[in-house]
């Protein structure tokens, strides 16, 4: 079983930056976190940004693009979401997960492991 913890959340003002980051820990070998998921009050949980195992291939909302970043260090075992120029509309609650393929996934179903998220709140 692998375990994911989020870190980094905050409350911030439009414009700013912030980093948050996914740790991994226990049977990292069987699932691999690779992706960002966001979910805001009366919301569905949605997909914010994957990457694969590599590294190499990524995957970002519209709604961020530009100005998201997904980067992992895999001989950490973490994965971090770089996210700038924030908007109250990213105001939510963040989630990393973890999926067993090791390619680029974008499909919730494919994820079977998520962190207890942290809170991002930006103010205007």
């Known amino acids: 079983q692998v375990q994911l913890v989020e870190s980094g959340g905050g409350l911030l003002q439009a414009g700013d930056s912030l980093r948050l980051s996914c740790a991994a820990s226990?049977?990292?070998?069987?699932?691999?976190?690779k992706a960002w998921f966001r979910q805001a009050p009366g919301k569905e949980r949605e997909l914010v940004a994957a990457?694969?195992?590599?590294?190499?291939?990524?995957y970002y909302a519209d709604s961020v693009k530009g100005r998201f970043t997904i980067s992992r260090d895999n001989a950490k075992n973490l994965v971090y979401l770089q996210m700038n120029s924030l908007k109250p509309e990213d105001t939510a609650v963040y989630y990393c997960?973890?999926?067993?393929?090791?390619?680029?996934?974008?499909?919730?179903?494919?994820?079977?492991?998520w962190g207890q998220g942290t809170q991002v709140t930006v103010s205007s």
């Open positions: 997960a973890a999926s067993r393929r090791l390619g680029l996934v974008t499909a919730v179903e494919q994820y079977d492991t």
């Open positions: 226990g049977r990292t070998f069987t699932s691999y976190p």
């Open positions: 990457t694969n195992l590599s590294g190499g291939r990524t």
